[in-house]
């Protein structure tokens, strides 16, 4: 099951990462990967048990995931796991976790894990995917620290 772990120092307040970063309305504001994002019906914001759709650009197949939010600390945390069956995800779960350096700045960490299918294509599939999704998490974090430096000046 492959991981990865990626981290990005902020210059905001962790508390305002999260806010962001949790606010589907706002949330392709910054997050390049992304073609649509949104909270299903009966979820107007982001907490535990709500249920959020992100759609990945076309580059990256349109892919549909579907994550219930399994953990949700204001601030602090929020982990989500995968509920649909999208081509060539069996699994996917992230967690994202904040913490203050100071005042202003905070360091933001991103894990997730991942299990490919079919199962027989794994062995091409983990590598793959493991590569182009950690690219696409430190460009990410990066549009992340970035709108946050045009908005902070």
Known sequence: MPTGTF???????????FR????????????????SAYLEAGYDEAKINAVSVCTGKWQFGGIAIRTRYVAFHPGSLAAVQMINCPPFFESFAASIRHRDISPSTSMITYRFTFTAKPR??????????????????KKRLRALREHFERNNR
């Open 20 to 35: 962001l970063l949790h606010d589907y309305k706002r949330r392709l504001e910054w997050d390049t990967l992304l073609q």
């Open 7 to 17: 981290s990005e120092q902020i210059p905001a307040a962790s508390s305002d990462v």
């Open 120 to 137: 027989i294509l794994r062995f091409i599939l983990h590598p793959v995917m493991s590569r182009i999704f950690g690219l696409e998490t």
